[in-house]
């Protein structure tokens, strides 16, 4: 498998292999090499090439937002650039700029656009490209641990400051309970940062999160295991507001690698080694059709390298392999 992985093919797995599978002492020499290869990669190129003056990425759509933005900068994450690289510091400096909305990151240049799957999706993405620090991260951040809630039909838990937009009216964000894309996208938001660097409010928040998934094995919607929609069990590199199962375990593995001595994250485990062939993860779709269609990665319906990363990498968290 990491032969497969640190083929010359995918130079940014190839890289990612390295530096979080194979790390050495003494190897940054070796990294520093193998990442160079990386920006001048073809398909990330035809992504990059995208970008505007400005730092976003084009939108095909009347209302312009800032969602093909978010699904560059998820596929950048993918390719193991950092906040350093020039193009995702003109992408943050345009939502900065231009999509904080009401304190927080905005898919769109209004309020309504603050929305807690959009904010955990793409916040993840920065805050594993070193922006935890940034205001735009910071401010997304405190605005989940205000307003997320973790309701289920059992209990009313989350946050204590009013909902201030009409968003609820619109999408159903949380009704009689809470939505579960922006509880998973607030779990992963919350679970990625480091926990030397959680506040008591975010650890309360996360527990809170888990709480939430716990009696729903993390992705399920009743104890008849039907998952909650389909896509959780179709792996995809971009998922515009949405998670997946690999994701979900990803959260998991970066919140607490304790928990997979817990049956419900045992069980998802086995449901995600049902979806390999191999131990590969296949590519099954891809969301983020407003930013490129079909994104240049890597094919659908075959063996992901980026995905099968992640997957070796969160095993290796839980300490499974």
Known sequence: MIDWLSSPACPPVRYLTARDLLAKPGSSGTLRNLRLDISNWEPLQKVLRLQLDDGSFPFHQRTPTAQPTFSALALMERCGLDVDDEPVQRAIAYLTARHMGKGALSYSSGGSGVLPCYIGVVTTALIKMGALQTDLVQSSIRWLIDHQHFDTKSTRAGGTKTWPYRAPANYGCWETVSCYHGVAGAFRTLAAI????????ADRCLEQAIDYLRPRRLYKKTSLDKPVVRHLTQP????????????????VADADPALVHQDWVAEAIKDMEALTIDGRVTLVKNYGRRLIDPIPLEATGQPSRFLTYQWVLTQSKLGIV
């Open 236 to 251: 995809f590199l971009v998922g515009d507001y949405r998670s997946n199962l690999l994701d979900m375990l990803t959260g």
């Open 194 to 201: 480091p926990p030397d660097h959680r506040t008591p409010e």
